[in-house]
């Protein structure tokens, strides 16, 4: 049984910086494609950031330039580095996994496993 757990996360000062990561267990090494989401309240789970069958790190233009989404493959883990972050940025931060190729940034429900979240707080 696949499972995810992310770790990190927290609370800053908009213009600061935070770090999630999520690993995956349960499955074979370099099996899975992975990503980022997140859900602000009274909220649909929108893109963040996902590195795809390329190895092609995609984004929402909403985090274009601000964060940087990196994989390794081997371990089925991915890692999100968010700087310079708004206030607007403040949700809850989903990881999601699947065995699918994947070539773009695609909706939530393409991807298969989730994580239980973590949750990222930006504050003036």
């Known amino acids: 049984q696949v499972q995810l757990v992310e770790t990190g996360g927290g609370s800053v000062q908009a213009g600061g910086s935070l770090r999630v990561s999520c690993e995956a267990s349960?499955?074979?090494?370099?099996?899975?494609?992975m990503a980022w989401y997140r859900q602000a309240p009274g909220k649909e789970r929108e893109r963040v950031a996902n590195?795809?069958?390329?190895?092609?790190?995609r984004y929402s233009d909403s985090v274009k330039d601000r964060f940087t989404a990196s994989q390794d493959f081997a371990l089925n883990r991915i890692d999100l580095q968010m700087n310079n972050l708004k206030i607007e940025d403040t949700a809850v931060y989903y990881c999601?996994?699947?065995?699918?190729?994947?070539?773009?940034?695609?909706?939530?429900?393409?991807?298969?496993?989730w994580g239980q979240g973590t949750q990222v707080t930006v504050f003036e």
């Open positions: 349960g499955v074979a090494h370099n099996s899975l494609r």
């Open positions: 590195v795809d069958s390329n190895g092609r790190a």
């Open positions: 999601g996994a699947t065995t699918k190729r994947i070539y773009w940034l695609p909706p939530a429900d393409e991807y298969d496993y």
